[in-house]
């Protein structure tokens, strides 16, 4: 029997019995524009839950949450605004708890782009605007990614994961364990209508009582031992920066941050970073963390960890390399290019590497795109190295006279080197399942402007 349950009509008359058949909390809806009356959950209801001593926990689903146009900064604004004052002054929600936000459709990663993340955002600056109301953290509803995104972005600190398993990115975002509440097929327990949820092994899941709630901090990034806070961050990026709409390559570039920018980090969301370039705590784009170094190191000081020691990855190395070396494994990648990129050999290279890499254990998706793998493989931790001190086992990644992406030429896996220009390389160009030679600085191909390595 699930101990937390989400109800959409009334069920304070059943209080008691959802109690003894082992409910704890139960979370309910409020609404700034339903039709539907009783899915709103009312103070005389919340009192009858809370007196047979259960928890409530909130969700806040518009009257056309299941459809996108629903979804823009200005809905975001007014749902959360609206939310936050019923639960003040109506329900007496206590402030340290959560408000979630329902997205009850499958949405695509373009409405993921354009609609949901500007929607969280007008809830994010909502909660930010002081009004003597109690603080309410932000969870997210919705598909596997629809909760990645969010979460990505910075923009919830809970996540309950819809139980349609035919939407987007269901598997992955459960096996990824970052979920707070997963949604399970309707039943009925103690006479009610419901859906059971299972919740995350140790994570509170933001519900209240009479006793009100210990509030609870969003994570941010704690620095490394011994190092003193980073107040601002420089862009070391030597022909700048693309400062994007949020944490990835698939949104809007808004402008480019010249080298040696200062900025302000606010968080951290998966090997991107938000930055604030005024100072005044508002997020003004997301950029490659990467690039953001500390600007003033102190002499002596030892490099940052990614730099000074390796990724989890580098374990996979020495797979990598046999997968490149073996007519196996380049066999089994030029096959997995084959069937997932039309036109393969053409523009293959990154699917073609990325597959070497899953085949050795290290976990990127399959990818088409040389400059959005090695930003992938460098937001995993995979750290610069000039041309001329790469190793076997690193990664080259070859000029594009297109600036954008950067380095979306050609990328390739290095096998040997036979000094600081020439090597063997396992790359898509070949007809033949084996290495074959290459210079980092062209000999008539394209050069190569940087390795990394994990």
Not at 10 to 19: I, Q, T
Not at 245 to 267: A, K, M, W
Not at 378 to 401: E, H, I, L, T
């Amino acid at each position: 029997m699930s101990s937390i349950i989400d109800v959409s009509s009334g069920c304070g008359s059943r209080a008691s019995a959802l109690g003894a058949a082992g409910v704890k909390t139960v979370i309910r809806y409020y609404s700034r524009d339903t039709i539907h009356p009783s899915k709103r959950l009312t103070r005389a209801e919340a009192g009858q839950l809370m007196a047979a001593g259960l928890r409530l926990a909130i969700v806040h689903e518009g009257r056309f949450g299941d459809q996108a146009t629903n979804f823009e900064r200005n809905t975001g604004v007014a749902d959360a605004t609206y939310a936050r004052t019923y639960g003040a002054s109506t329900i007496g929600q206590p402030g340290g708890s959560a408000l979630y936000f329902g997205v009850d459709f499958d949405a695509t990663a373009d409405e993921i782009r354009s609609r949901i993340l500007p929607y969280f955002q007008g809830i994010a600056d909502t909660f930010r605007t002081a009004t003597g109301e109690p603080d309410y953290l932000v969870g997210v509803y919705g598909s596997g990614a629809t909760c990645k995104a969010v979460l990505d972005a910075g923009l919830a600190q809970f996540a309950w994961l819809a139980q349609s398993t035919g939407w987007s990115g269901y598997t992955a975002f459960l096996r990824s364990n970052r979920w707070t509440l997963s949604q399970n097929m309707p039943t009925n327990i103690g006479g009610v209508s419901c859906d059971p949820n299972d919740v995350g092994e140790g994570k509170p899941v933001g519900d209240f009582n009479r006793t009100g709630v210990a509030p609870l901090a969003p994570v941010t990034p704690a620095p490394a031992t011994g190092a003193a806070p980073v107040t601002q961050l420089k862009v070391n990026a030597r022909n700048g920066l693309r400062l994007r709409s949020g944490p990835g390559l698939e949104f809007d570039i808004l402008t480019v941050l010249p080298y040696g920018r200062l900025v302000y980090p606010l968080r951290v969301s998966g090997g991107w970073t938000a930055v604030d370039l005024q100072g005044d705590g508002a997020i003004d784009g997301f950029a490659s963390s990467a690039f953001l170094t500390d600007p003033a190191p102190s002499p002596g000081a030892a490099p940052p960890a990614s730099a000074a020691g390796t990724t989890p990855d580098a374990m996979h190395i020495a797979e990598l390399i046999r997968q490149g070396s073996s007519a196996a494994g380049l066999k089994a990648a030029r096959e997995t290019g084959k069937a997932s990129l039309p036109g393969y050999p053409t523009n293959g290279c990154a699917v073609h590497l990325s597959a070497l890499m899953r085949q050795a254990g290290i976990d990127v998706p399959l990818t088409w795109g040389a400059g959005k793998l090695a930003q992938i493989i460098a937001d995993r931790g995979w750290r610069r190295v000039a041309v001329g001190s790469q190793q076997a086992g690193d990664v080259g990644v070859c000029f594009d006279n297109d600036p954008t992406p950067p380095g979306s030429d050609h990328v390739y896996l290095v096998i040997s080197t036979g000094g600081p220009d020439e090597m063997m390389v396992a790359d898509n160009q070949r007809t033949e399942d084996k290495p074959h030679e290459r210079f980092a600085t062209g000999h008539g191909k394209t050069p190569t402007e940087y390795f990394l390595r994990a």
